[in-house]
């Protein structure tokens, strides 16, 4: 039984990154941009004026003088007229640096004359001038294969006049829910079933990390069902299944798997909770079998299925980092010597993380993931966290990194 690194390992050898495509700018924001992309000109493209002031030429502003003003340049103007000898050019930001000048300015470092401009202080060559291709040199990387594209990518890449960019496609996600005490949301249902809320939870962490979700519905416990369902899930990109995943008399998913020609890499991983979950592949598509109580399904998505689409789509940071924590309350271990993941809140205090138990451990309780920001990883060699030692959190969104100070 591997342990859960070596688990989270052997997925990722088996995943690689889907196909690219290519998507309008303004549809590429949290994507992953699937080629490097070269600077088609230098940044700027001229040499311009940082501020609103005037063009002068530095050796003519040695002491306070005044220029006489023999023209205007607005930005998006060019320039052909020169700065000649005891002249200045009105030159705003962004305007190219007209011929002859070699500084800039700021009109609040001048005053109105009769005769002119008057500048104040003596002025340094380059002085506010924006040197073409200082940012960047046509023909470098701007952004690597690999990248996310937030908004500050967004916007070089829009400087840059793309209009479709080359990004990795969205991994279409199956879920499959197994088991007959199951009624789907919304329908009327009796009161020995429970509602399938596994489905809608992968479906909102799916969504959450940029993949698209495909609901499958509720299997039956019978061999046909699952045959026919999972069958169905194979034509996605993934599969994830919940429940029915152990070695019952109806647990069905990992026998019709096999069945259906996927082979199981493993059936178990060393963690509590998720102990049952298994892994399999069929034709490369990786299939994901998470034990069926919520809370179960919720971490082993976290910590084993999360990563692997990341990397179907292109990520390349797909590990969550792990932060350290300071406990406020004692955590014991629900399975010792085994990588148990305990709910816990998390406060931020003085720039330092201190986290707390979320209540009740079980996995049947969904309260607590409820009330968890983070999991804490509590490792194989210690059973017993004390008050006042450190402990290493996952958080469990992105939300929960911005909690209050
Ligand atoms: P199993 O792995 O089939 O033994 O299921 C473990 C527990 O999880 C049982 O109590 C199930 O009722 C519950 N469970 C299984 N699937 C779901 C689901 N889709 N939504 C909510 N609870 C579920
Ligand atoms: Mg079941």
Excluded at 42 to 69: E, I
Excluded at 115 to 122: L, M
Excluded at 148 to 162: D, Q
Excluded at 288 to 305: A, H, K, Q, Y
Aim: aromatic share 6%.
């Amino acid at each position: 039984m591997p342990r859960f690194e070596e688990a989270r390992q052997l997925i990722l050898e088996h995943i690689a990154p889907l196909g690219i495509e290519k998507v309008i700018l303004t549809e590429a924001d949290n994507r992953v941009l699937a080629e490097d992309i070269l600077a088609p000109w230098d940044m700027p493209r001229w040499t311009n004026s940082a501020m609103d002031g005037y063009a002068v030429r530095s050796q003519d502003c040695r002491q306070p003088s005044v220029l006489r003003v023999t023209g205007f340049l607005p930005a998006g103007a060019r320039s052909v007229e020169e700065v000649a000898p005891g002249c200045a050019i009105k030159i705003m930001t962004g305007a190219p640096l007209p011929p002859g000048a070699d500084a800039v300015v700021p009109v609040e470092e001048t005053e109105a004359s009769a005769d002119g401009v008057r500048i104040i202080n003596p002025v340094a060559q380059n002085a506010h001038v924006r040197f073409m291709g200082e940012d960047v040199r046509c023909g470098e990387c701007i952004l690597p294969r690999g990248s996310l594209l937030r908004p500050a990518e967004i916007g070089m890449l829009a400087s840059y006049g793309k209009v479709f960019v080359p990004v990795f496609r969205r991994a279409r996600i199956a879920i499959l829910a197994t088991g007959d005490e199951l009624a789907e949301l919304g329908e009327v249902f009796s009161e020995d079933k429970i509602i399938n809320s596994n489905t809608l939870a992968l479906h909102a962490a799916i969504k959450e990390i940029g993949g698209i979700p495909d609901i499958l519905g509720i299997a039956l416990d019978t061999r046909e069902d699952h045959l026919e369902k999972l069958t169905e899930g194979l034509k996605a990109d993934a599969l994830i299944t919940s429940a029915g995943v152990s070695t019952g008399d109806r647990d069905f998913v990992r026998p019709v798997l096999e069945e259906l020609g996927a082979r199981n890499l493993f059936c178990k991983v060393d963690i509590k909770p998720g102990r049952p979950t298994s892994f399999a592949v069929r034709d490369g598509k990786p299939i994901f079998s998470l034990p069926g109580n919520p809370v179960s399904t919720m971490i082993t998505f976290e910590e084993l299925v999360r990563p692997a689409l990341l990397k179907m789509m292109g990520h390349t940071r797909i590990i969550k980092p792990l932060f350290e924590a300071t406990l406020t309350t004692n955590l014991d271990k629900k399975r010792l010597g085994v990588l148990n993941f305990q709910r816990v809140s998390v406060e931020l205090r003085d720039g330092r993380y201190f986290a707390s138990c979320a209540g009740d451990q079980n996995t049947g309780i969904l309260k607590t993931m409820v009330r968890a920001d983070a999991l804490a990883l509590l490792p194989e060699d210690k059973d017993r966290f004390a008050a006042g030692e450190t402990v290493r959190i996952h958080f469990l969104s992105h939300q929960a990194t911005m909690l209050e100070g």
